[in-house]
């Protein structure tokens, strides 16, 4: 078919949007008037609507980090004279708690775009451009031929596996699959040593299997502030088999075991478990919806590139998300999306999005918080700053919880006062962090902030309190 005649057969619209996660959130009742579609190809091995977070990524993996904190507690119940005991966990019981409640709400999600909205057409297929805004979407009744005013790309990532011989063979998970296993493995091995790696070494090892974490550096949560990224290591390895430094020489599975070779400081070793999960990474989609052949700019790393506003390289085609941010966070493309959606309907007072600090946590044993820099980088600028760090076992709620190892963080300029950065390593670290965030966010003086309000006590909060306290300012 020639280029005009494929065009000619092509269906236009004002909007299309490529991916149904925060792009879903795009279309409410100001854009009735609209013509708008909205393609999605599917997410985990359900080929689920809704996108990463809700059917495989922060929802499912919160609720089972929760559900794992629970089943340890009676672990910690001797220091707090209780005699407890974990009686089981039921994986099936667990696992369909949980998708039992997600599922419904993506089918549902799909459902209400497919039949519910008169002005939008749901297409269940991969799309790829073929030209500036113009797209091509593979669907199970065929290719259909799409044209648009405006384009939205909002299509994620996906898990990315390292090049190591013998892998693709062995049979092993993602987080798009490990959380729908048939029942907890005896044995897992876990590649990977960042936030999907410990929060679901977390998970496994709390439910009963023996973990084993292999990582190519020396610490767990490497990009962590240096202190936090420490003392979590150290914690980690009182719970999971942690090999460090190690490098994957081959994989292999043999009557039903995995079998990975690796190279490490003590030489040659190997590892066994019955399931895999590998967690090194995802991968922008960019490459999969074909952005360069849609005219799209991309950076180093291969994703589109977007200015303030989320705008792409070609007139009327924005992207947000996983496929376009450096910040795999659901909070970001949500923040990214409301950016769009203002742009879409009044291109002629663009806003811009507000990057400068950006939060993220890590729902592992123990938990990890932060926001802004890390001493490390605040050295690598040259900053004079001051840090300064407080425990929870120095505070009265502290002692109650009988916590010995978590702990504030936080980093000011010494000329100016301003905070830098907060770092907070234990229960409840991501609810914590969240006044920090706002002094960030708002320029709060960390002087005015700590002895300016009442702070409850005795309560956790206390600890981000006298850490401020702390600061070596004038």
């Known amino acids: ?81 209780l005699d407890l005991e974990l009686r089981g966990a039921p994986w099936p019981a667990i696992r369909d708690r949980i998708f039992g409640r997600i599922d419904p709400i993506a089918a549902a999600g799909e459902r209400y775009r497919a039949q519910e909205n008169p002005n939008v057409t749901l297409y269940r297929g991969t799309a790829r451009f073929t030209g500036e805004r113009e797209l091509a979407v593979e669907t199970a009744e065929g290719t259909a031929a799409l044209t648009a005013d405006r384009v939205v790309v909002a299509a994620g990532s996906r898990p990315e596996a390292p090049q190591v011989p013998g892998l693709d063979g062995v049979g ?91 190279d490490g400081p003590h030489g040659a070793e190997t590892v066994e478990a019955e399931e895999l999960l590998v967690a090194t990474g995802r991968r922008p989609n960019a490459d999969l919806v074909g952005a360069a052949a849609g005219g799209l700019a991309l950076t180093d790393d291969g994703r589109i590139a977007v200015d303030a506003t989320q705008a792409a390289s070609v007139a009327g085609v924005w992207a947000l998300g996983d496929v376009s941010s450096p910040y795999q966070l659901k909070h970001v493309a949500n923040h990214e999306a409301r950016v769009v959606q203002h742009n879409l309907l009044h ?18 044993s123990p938990q990890v918080a932060a926001v802004g820099l890390t001493e490390e980088e605040a050295r690598e600028r040259g900053l004079d700053y001051t840090a300064a760090v407080h425990r929870y076992a120095d505070i009265a709620y502290g002692w109650a919880m009988e916590d010995t190892t978590g702990f504030a963080k936080v980093l000011a300029d010494r000329g100016t006062g301003r905070l ?55």
């Open 1 to 81: 078919m020639r280029k005009g005649d494929e065009m000619a057969a092509a269906r236009h619209y004002d909007l299309v949007i490529v991916g149904s996660g925060s792009g879903n959130s795009l279309v409410d009742e100001r854009f009735d008037e609209w013509n708008v579609a909205i393609v999605e190809r599917g997410v985990g091995s359900t080929g689920a609507y809704g996108g990463t977070c809700l059917n495989v990524g922060c929802i499912p993996t919160k609720m089972l980090a929760h559900t794992a904190d629970t089943a340890r507690a009676p672990g910690h119940g001797e220091r707090l004279g």
């Open 172 to 262: 092993y998970h993602t987080s798009d699959s490990v959380m729908r296993l048939a029942e907890v493995p005896r044995r897992l091995i876990v590649l990977g040593t960042g936030f999907v790696g410990t929060e679901l070494a977390h998970v496994f090892a709390s439910l009963g299997s023996q973990v084993t974490v292999i990582g190519r550096s020396g610490l767990l949560l490497r990009h962590q502030d240096g202190e936090i990224a420490r003392h979590f290591t150290e914690l980690a390895r009182q719970q999971w088999d942690v090999r460090l430094d190690r490098t994957v020489k081959e994989a292999g599975r043999r009557d039903g075991v995995v079998r990975l070779e690796l």
């Open 347 to 364: 291109p002629e007072r663009p806003v811009r999005t507000d990057h400068r600090f950006v939060p993220h946590a890590v729902f592992s």
């Open 420 to 474: 830098l950065g907060a770092h907070i390593l234990g229960p409840e670290a991501p609810t914590l962090i969240q006044p920090l965030i706002q002094a960030l966010h708002f320029g709060l003086d960390p002087r005015a902030m700590a002895r300016g309000q009442y702070w409850i006590h005795p309560a956790m909060p206390e600890v981000v309190e006298n850490a401020l306290l702390k600061l070596d300012l004038p």
